[in-house]
């Protein structure tokens, strides 16, 4: 069982790491500001407050509904994806275990905020898209956020381009 439950430090370090830097922003920097501006401008560490999802998605929506679909589905969601880490009810290998993990502490960090900061995510990463998809910046993000990206990106490229070894590999 041990062994199962090795790929959650990964989730604890995420959350960590994400709520430690949200709590520097938010000690440091005044919201809705910029704070330091490096290389050459590609990258900007500011304090913002998204009430919403990805891209503001759902901004106007009334709060129980917010409730239910900021809350309650994304707590369902991280809980299931945990339940399968462990139960291995597929046969997922050690790394596609950790980028699931790496999901569940990306969408923890961001409930512990939705649920003590009053529904808002702490946003503080700014970064120039250089006129990428019209955007000249890419939407404020954070830890959570990055991680929840990046694992989803990595999960779905070992599943698509690595062929899975003999179960008895997949348990070790």
Do not use: W
């Not at 462990?86 to 502490?105: H, I, N, P, Q, W």
């Amino acid at each position: 069982m041990r062994k199962k439950l090795t790929p959650f430090i990964f989730s604890a370090l995420i959350v960590i790491l994400d709520q430690v830097t949200k709590a520097l922003v938010v000690a440091y920097i005044p919201e809705n500001t910029v704070k330091f501006s490096l290389f050459n401008d590609f990258l900007r560490i500011v304090h913002v407050r998204n009430t919403a999802i990805a891209f503001s998605l759902g901004e106007g929506l009334e709060m129980p509904l917010k409730i239910v679909l900021f809350i309650v589905v994304p707590l369902i969601l991280v809980a299931a994806i945990s339940y399968y880490i462990v139960k291995d009810e597929r046969e997922f290998s050690r790394f596609e275990k950790y980028m699931l993990a790496g999901f569940v502490g990306g969408g923890c960090g961001n409930l512990i905020d939705r649920v003590f900061r009053h529904m808002s995510v702490v946003d503080f990463i700014s970064t120039n898209n250089y006129g990428l998809f019209g955007m000249e910046r890419f939407p404020t993000y954070n830890i959570a956020d990055a991680s929840v990206v990046i694992c989803v990106i990595l999960l779905v490229l070992s599943m698509l381009f690595f062929k899975k070894g003999n179960k008895n590999e997949q348990k070790s």
